[in-house]
């Protein structure tokens, strides 16, 4: 009785270190395969050789390994049934899973041994296959108690197999299921990497297509700015303009207008990006329209009296009536437009103006500033009907109209603190004398040093008048 327990000892530690040598077989195939860039199919090539590995342990000539997911459906498998390809091949896999022995085991969680398929029910006889099955057995791959995967072996002589055979291979299953699920994940890995792959190319391609269509935008939206200021007399103009994107909601314009006067104008609509840019070129358009800048012998006379001069508190309802169209038409889109609408008189230096809730345009003169031009009514589009009062000023020689945006004192620094009104004015009270274009550059560089390498927050716009008369 000793000698026989012994005996039995001995066998299951031979049976125990054959599974385990296989098991570190497997896993050494596998790390190779993952770690060898070439290697596509990692998967496939763990499993064949898993199957190989057991068919040796078992003397088998034949085999398949099949792979299941969580629902019992087959996800993969290895033939060795002459290499069948295609929906042939899906066809026996449906017919092997559902009624043969791997069918049985899949039923049952347990390994089916067939000592003689021609008296076995669980055998499940193909109709022309090329080579000859007597023997077989089926052994679940089980991991944390659910089916992962069958194995099954095959001879071609009757009771090829007995149950040692079975304990022994269900045993090396047992173990290799670890470094056959590993191969199926690394599976999974490689597929991920792939369609991570192919939807940053997607991305990319979009990502180009949709950069293109915002740079013909950013070329469209300057050319509704002006692209060269009016050269006027007795007036120098200058002008600054930088977007934080590629369509930016600031706008400036300075246009001609009858009977030597000249429209100023700096705005900033709500937002940033396409619908602002779009929403500022509405603006510009419906400000110039109603102003009377597109004035004809036939057109705009609401903009004359009896004896055809042109009155610029008539244009200057341009902001009323831009208002009424933005607040009936497009209210839904809970958009507004700040902005600051002045008319010069190019031959006395008298101004005529409207600011709609936009920043305060200053009036600067050779001591710094003299005047700081603030709301005289709402911002356009929240509220249909608003009035907006008119104000006058007068130029003197050396005076210096300045228009900005928010962008402008609202700029951070890399420290994130703002640039404030208060700097803006504290610059400009240092007194920057010569031209429109020197004064506008001097609190450019101020305002550009102060931002440093931080990203830029808001569009940036200025525009600048010099009375010299």
């Known amino acids: 009785m000793e000698i026989e327990r012994l005996q039995k000892e001995i066998t299951a530690l031979k049976r125990e270190k054959k599974a385990h040598d296989a098991q570190n077989r497997l896993f050494e195939i596998f790390i190779t395969l993952a770690r060898s860039s070439k290697e596509e199919h990692v998967l496939n090539v763990t499993m064949q050789k898993a199957l190989d590995i057991v068919a040796r342990l078992s003397d088998a000539e034949k085999g398949s390994l099949f792979l299941l997911d969580t629902n019992g459906v087959v996800t993969d498998s290895i033939l060795t049934r002459d290499q069948i390809r295609g929906e042939k091949r899906s066809s ?6 559902d009624k043969g022995l791997a069918g049985w085991v ?3 969680l347990s390994s089916g041994l067939v000592t003689d398929t021609k008296t076995d029910t669980r055998w499940l006889a193909l109709p022309k296959q090329s080579y000859s099955v007597r023997s077989a057995f089926a052994v679940p791959v089980l991991r944390h108690d659910t089916l992962f995967g069958i194995i099954t072996l095959m001879h071609s002589l009757p009771s090829h197999f007995d149950q040692a055979s079975v304990d022994s291979i269900q045993q090396a299953a047992d173990q290799m299921a670890i470094a056959i699920e590993n191969a199926k994940l690394y599976k999974k890995l490689e597929q991920s990497k792939v369609l991570l792959e192919n939807a940053k190319q997607s991305i990319e391609k979009y990502s180009k297509a949709l950069n293109d269509e915002l740079e013909k935008g950013k070329k469209i939206q300057k050319d509704f700015l002006p692209r060269y200021l009016p050269e006027v007399k007795n007036c120098d103009i200058s002008s600054y303009f930088h977007s934080a994107l590629q369509l930016s909601g600031d706008f400036y314009d300075m246009f001609e207008l009858p009977d030597n006067h000249i429209g100023f104008v700096i705005g900033d609509v709500s937002d940033k990006g396409v619908g602002s840019a779009l929403f500022m070129a509405l603006t510009r358009s419906l400000l110039r329209i109603f102003s009377g800048s597109f004035n004809t012998e036939n057109g705009f006379d609401n903009f004359t009296d009896l004896n055809k ?3 610029p508190k008539n244009a200057l309802k341009a902001v009323f009536l831009t208002n009424e169209y933005i607040a009936k038409e497009h209210c839904e889109e809970g958009m507004f437009v700040t902005l600051f609408f002045g008319i010069i008189d190019l031959l006395t230096g008298k101004i005529f103006y409207i600011n709609g809730g936009h920043e305060p345009v200053l009036v600067i003169g050779k001591n710094g500033i003299k005047q700081s031009l603030k709301t005289t009514g709402p911002a356009l589009g929240p509220i249909q ?10 130029l003197e020689t050396g005076d210096i109209l300045f228009g900005y945006t928010d962008g402008v004192t609202e700029a951070r ?6 640039y404030t009104r208060a700097r803006l004015e504290a610059i400009i009270n240092k007194g920057l004398g010569g031209s429109a274009e020197a004064f506008l550059e001097a609190i450019k560089i101020d305002l550009f040093s102060f931002i440093g390498n931080a990203p830029q927050a808001d569009d940036i716009t200025m525009l600048a008048a010099k009375w010299h008369l």
């Open 309 to 311: 001069k042109f009155l």
């Open 106 to 108: 899949k039923k049952n």
């Open 385 to 394: 009907g608003a009035t907006y009062g008119i104000e006058t000023i007068q």
């Open 413 to 418: 620094s890399e420290t994130r603190d703002f």
């Open 92 to 97: 026996l896999i449906g017919k092997v899973i």
